[in-house]
């Protein structure tokens, strides 16, 4: 299994609600990421997940709150959405530590705040 | 810092012709990853071709191939044989550190497309 899943592909949530994206991987990466991406810009890295331990939060706002249970699975939890947090969301995953190591992409998660 | 700089927002190319998309790069950590990634309409991002930094030869993956000027701190994407398919933007990346995960960095993209 060479993926990174994600769910759902698309979700429209209102200001007040509270959803989660999901991300899941089967290749015993030990480092997932999230990232958000705007139209015709590139992605921009929100997170990120070493042996399930948080490594790198790139100044997030509170309202984006990352959690990885285990070693395959890693969730964005949201809450109190602005519209222009309406992007598209990103997880990746890759080997920590190794040899020219690749990130391996889902498909994305296109939010769209109302 | 690190820094990806890509220059063409917008290239076009007749089919079957190739094409050079470039990507410069900025960094002080002598070892450092470069990659080149696919996005299609649909989202997904499409791993393309790997370049380390202390590899000597240019990395090749099928019609990619990747054009590492390391001197001039260029990793430039030459895609032969150009197909309707490959329309899509196309982002150049890089991440400081050969032998460990961590943050991936993309410059501004390209959006190819290919004319019939």
């Known amino acids: 299994d060479t993926e990174v899943t994600q769910t759902p592909k698309h979700l429209v949530m209102g200001m007040t609600n509270k959803k989660s994206l999901k991300c899941e991987q089967h290749?015993?990466?030990?480092?997932m990421y999230w990232y958000k991406q705007k139209a015709k810009k590139p992605p921009e890295l929100m997170f990120v997940?070493?042996?399930?331990?948080?490594?790198i939060n790139e100044s997030v706002p509170s309202r984006f709150s990352p959690e990885c249970p285990n070693s395959s699975l890693l969730n964005l939890h949201l809450h109190a959405l602005q519209p222009e947090d309406s992007a598209l969301y990103l997880c990746?995953?890759?080997?920590?530590?190794?040899?020219?190591?690749?990130?391996?992409f889902g498909s994305g998660t296109r939010l769209t705040v109302v | 810092a690190q820094k990806i700089t890509q220059t063409q927002p917008g290239m076009f190319v007749q089919e079957k012709e190739a094409v050079t998309l470039d990507c410069t790069y900025d960094?002080?950590?002598?070892?450092?990853?470069l990659f080149w990634y696919k996005q299609p309409s649909s989202g997904e991002m499409i791993f393309l071709i790997y370049?380390?930094?202390?590899?000597?030869q240019n990395a090749t993956e099928g019609r990619y191939s990747l054009n590492f000027q390391k001197a001039r701190k260029s990793a430039n994407l030459v895609i032969s044989a150009s197909q309707l398919g490959d329309s899509a933007m196309y982002f150049c990346?890089?991440?400081?550190?050969?032998?460990?995960?961590?943050?991936?960095?993309f410059g501004q993209g390209t959006e190819l497309s290919v004319k019939p």
């Open positions: 990346a890089m991440r400081e550190g050969l032998n460990q995960g961590g943050k991936l960095i």
């Open positions: 960094t002080s950590d002598p070892s450092y990853g």
């Open positions: 370049q380390g930094s202390y590899d000597q």
């Open positions: 990746a995953s890759s080997q920590d530590w190794g040899r020219d190591i690749v990130y391996t």
């Open positions: 997940y070493s042996y399930e331990k948080l490594s």
């Open positions: 290749m015993g990466h030990r480092a």
